[in-house]
């Protein structure tokens, strides 16, 4: 892995596969770091072709921390806005198109998941020269009346994870039981996995906080995505109850010409078993992107 500094702070990527093939910018969930994009979910997409960048958000993994600011107030941060927060989903945008810079990339299949899918939305609207196609994953668009949580689900958002490894990785795996996967989706010995490797790399409840804020202080994106003009697919899980469905279908309304692609028995996760359909959903809408740009160049 590899730190890039971008503006005032420094952010830890990683590069898989060529960097001469169409790059896939992978956006991380709250509090998720890059490794939140499974191994082999990344080689999946290497193998059509892709190159894949995934990085830290600041705030999280091997990132710069945004020390200071405002204390945790959702309620301020709703009603202040950009004046009462670290920083927006605004600022988490432009790092992700000035890591792009870093490394000489003018666009990307920009991908997101969660958070991640907000902070791709504000990319393909801040900057619509550098993002390729638009892949939207178990996110919303900042609306007050949609992709809400069950108050189950807003119980684990809000939970302080504990200090100790086992009780950490124990609580995790407790709380995919509300917002997880059912049925075959369902992969005990992978969120497991995944819940060790993310404490050992390292967490940071503060600093999650502040993503919360960034969040909530970024408002209603409805508008401003009916101005996305790439091609857009929405990926959502059926029964997500952490950002309900009606979250992803909203995205889908607001973006023109968006296709949503609903997966059922999956919830706020991207178990393995669901790998298949997004990296296939992925893919097509990279191709759509790839030919629009082709009629784009026969018609000149």
Same mark, same amino acid.
């Given at each position: 892995?590899?730190?890039?500094?971008?503006?005032?702070?420094?952010?830890?990527?990683?590069?898989?596969?060529?960097?001469?093939?169409?790059?896939?910018?992978?956006?991380?969930?709250?509090?998720?770091?890059?490794?939140?994009?499974?191994?082999?979910?990344?080689? &999946?997409?290497?193998?059509?072709?892709?190159?894949?960048?995934?990085?830290?958000?600041?705030?999280?993994?091997?990132?710069?921390?945004?020390?200071?600011?405002?204390?945790?107030?959702?309620?301020?941060?709703?009603?202040?806005?950009?004046?009462?927060?670290?920083?927006?989903?605004?600022?988490?945008?432009?790092?992700?198109?000035?890591?792009?810079?870093?490394?000489?990339?003018?666009?990307?299949?920009?991908?997101?998941?969660?958070?991640?899918?907000?902070?791709?939305?504000?990319?393909?609207?801040?900057?619509?020269?550098?993002?390729?196609?638009?892949?939207?994953?178990?996110?919303?668009?900042?609306?007050?009346?949609?992709?809400?949580?069950?108050?189950?689900?807003?119980?684990?958002?809000?939970?302080?994870?504990?200090?100790?490894?086992?009780?950490?990785?124990?609580?995790?795996?407790?709380?995919?039981?509300?917002?997880?996967?059912?049925?075959?989706?369902?992969?005990?010995?992978?969120?497991?996995?995944?819940?060790?490797?993310?404490?050992?790399?390292?967490?940071?409840?503060?600093?999650?906080?502040?993503?919360?804020?960034?969040?909530?202080?970024?408002?209603?994106?409805?508008?401003?995505?009916?101005?996305?003009?790439?091609?857009?697919?929405?990926?959502?899980? &059926?029964?997500?109850?952490?950002?309900?469905?009606?979250?992803? &279908?909203?995205?889908?309304?607001?973006?023109?010409?968006? &296709?949503?692609?609903?997966?059922?028995?999956?919830?706020?996760?991207?178990?393995?078993?669901?790998?298949?359909?997004?990296?296939?959903?992925?893919?097509?809408?990279?191709?759509?992107?790839?030919?629009?740009?082709?009629?784009?160049?026969?018609?000149?």
């Amino acid at each position: 892995m590899d730190r890039a500094v971008v503006g005032d702070i420094e952010l830890c990527y990683e590069v898989r596969g060529s960097r001469t093939d169409p790059t896939v910018l992978l956006v991380a969930g709250l509090g998720r770091q890059l490794i939140g994009w499974d191994d082999g979910f990344c080689d &999946e997409l290497v193998a059509e072709g892709f190159c894949v960048v995934r990085f830290d958000n600041r705030d999280a993994g091997a990132s710069s921390r945004i020390e200071g600011g405002p204390p945790f107030d959702m309620a301020a941060a709703r009603r202040g806005g950009a004046q009462a927060v670290a920083y927006t989903l605004d600022d988490m945008a432009d790092d992700a198109a000035g890591l792009l810079d870093v490394l000489g990339m003018k666009s990307a299949h920009a991908v997101g998941s969660s958070m991640g899918g907000m902070i791709v939305q504000t990319l393909a609207i801040r900057h619509p020269g550098r993002v390729r196609s638009l892949c939207s994953i178990m996110s919303t668009t900042g609306a007050d009346d949609v992709g809400l949580p069950t108050r189950e689900a807003m119980a684990v958002l809000l939970q302080r994870p504990p200090a100790d490894r086992d009780a950490y990785v124990a609580s995790e795996l407790a709380n995919s039981r509300v917002i997880g996967s059912r049925g075959a989706l369902v992969d005990v010995e992978w969120r497991r996995g995944r819940f060790e490797r993310f404490y050992d790399r390292g967490i940071d409840p503060v600093a999650t906080s502040r993503q919360i804020m960034a969040i909530v202080a970024s408002g209603d994106r409805t508008a401003a995505l009916g101005s996305v003009r790439v091609p857009t697919v929405v990926i959502h899980g &059926e029964i997500d109850t952490l950002v309900s469905l009606d979250g992803g &279908e909203a995205t889908a309304q607001a973006v023109p010409g968006a &296709e949503l692609v609903v997966l059922p028995d999956m919830g706020h996760e991207l178990p393995p078993g669901a790998w298949p359909r997004v990296v296939a959903a992925i893919v097509a809408n990279a191709g759509r992107a790839g030919a629009s740009a082709s009629a784009a160049g026969t018609a000149r």
